[in-house]
């Protein structure tokens, strides 16, 4: 294909950082104008840049802070509106496990978050102030991106990644590519193999993976009747209950952990907007929860809405909510068809998580069924209205907990998460729990069931390959992926938070940038050249219990 620059098109050819810098920012203005690049061009043009970032969640922003900072030109493109993942997208109570453990560019955002709210660090956080952190460091380190840009097709040459293609027209060309995608759709697109689910335990001798025996968290805690009629099987299932057997304890499914929406609400009256039903609301459809609350209260228990949801609050007056119990806003078994889904898909995915959450807020706000102190108490809240403005105060990120997974040549697994294994090649620790949210909401012994939650702390904070976050030899030499690592479904729970996510960026632009300067595949990069390097940017990459807070 012609890569010379043709006459009124929004991109062409990049020679110089000036000439980048240069067409980055043409872009930019024409979105912001509102005019796609797709109706601007009648071929696609190219781009062409040292590192492409795809995917502008919290990692992918740390990725190409760093390639800039190693002098290396690089675009950041994002599939969706907005910057910044869950990070800034709703999850303002950060999962650390432990502080010591998180350094490099991961340790400063927290840092520059904690001089806007006057402290040394910040750990809660509201979402635009995380948002305009992101931003100024992408200005200040000369990092140009583009928003709306979903990727259609991947083009490789000799085992390597030659071009991508945008919706919007534009194609990319890069020498290094880096996935930091939440779902791993460039992954997936040039080949790498990858798995979505749960293993089985046998699958890598594992105890904490698969079917649960027993899920003793985020249970129904008394027995709730869950047929349309009540003890009768041939009438159906409620709503919100799966058609599926229980199933032998250890073994791999396809199930998902449950997402939501992380909601940033508050109960200060000047800043919250008013609580609304979702569109087509029907209260029968929360029939199983009408019948929870029941048989608590029959139970002679007294319930309250903190059994229902679990508030942090990041600032005075202003939450992260977050799933809590065992009818609350995480919408079990419904995000199955989500990670490899069509984009259009997803939205459609994405919106019923919003609905049933919405659903599920009006129903305790307003139904007769739910006990009095609770109703008042739900309607003490709110959306902010300082915050997600281009939604209505509605987080911007769908938690998208788990996705597809890299299957590399180096498998994450409880056992590194228990310190029974230590990876030889560390690019970065991770120290929170084996955490798995609900996979399933079924029926077991006549009775509703949640199925899937796990909670097991890990020994101590635990180094995470370099090789989990390279694929295959064979597959692709030019690709790393931060995100969707190789790890298993379990030692993902543990694995899967935004520090973390921030260090693996930036340690894979790290090792894309010095793939480059020594001409070899990502797999052929001596690791102690890489070790030198995360050292001297003050990456963690060994637990020392004695470390500095």
Known sequence: MDTTSKSGSCFGVVKTRTDFNRICWHGIILLALGLSCATRLKAAEIMQVDVCVFGGTSGGIIAAVQTARLGKS???LEPGKHLGGLSTGGLGATDIGNKAAIGGLSRQFYKRLGRHYGRDEAWTFEPHVAEQTFLDLLKENGVRFL????LTRVQKRNGQIREIRLESGLACRARMYIDATYEGDLMAKAGVAFTIGREANAQYGETLNGIRPQTPYHQFTV??????KLGDPASGLLPFIQPAKAGRAGEGDRAVQAYNYRLCFTTNAANRLPLSAPAGFDAARYELLARYLEALL???KKPKLADFWHPIWVVPGKTDINNNGGFSTDFIGK???YPAASYATRERIAKEHENYIRGFIWFLATNPRVPENIRQEMNTFGPCKDEFPATGGWPYALYVRE????VSDYVMTEHHCRGQEVAKDPVGLAAYNMDSHNCRRIVKDGRVENEGDVQ????????ISYRSIIPKANECGNLLVPVCLSSSHIAYGSIRMEPVFMILGQS??????????????VQRLAYETLRARLLADQQILEWKPTAAK
Request: proline residues 13%; glycine residues 4%.
């Open 456 to 463: 097991v702390p890990p020994m101590a904070p635990y180094p």
């Open 335 to 337: 995000n199955y068809d």
């Open 508 to 521: 894979a632009a790290t090792a894309a940038v010095l793939a480059m300067e020594n001409q070899v595949p």
């Open 223 to 228: 027995a709730v009747d869950p047929y349309v």
């Open 298 to 300: 029959a139970a002679g």
């Open 403 to 406: 996705a597809r997974r890299m």
């Open 147 to 150: 928003t709306g840009q979903r």
């Open 74 to 76: 690089v675009i950041l």
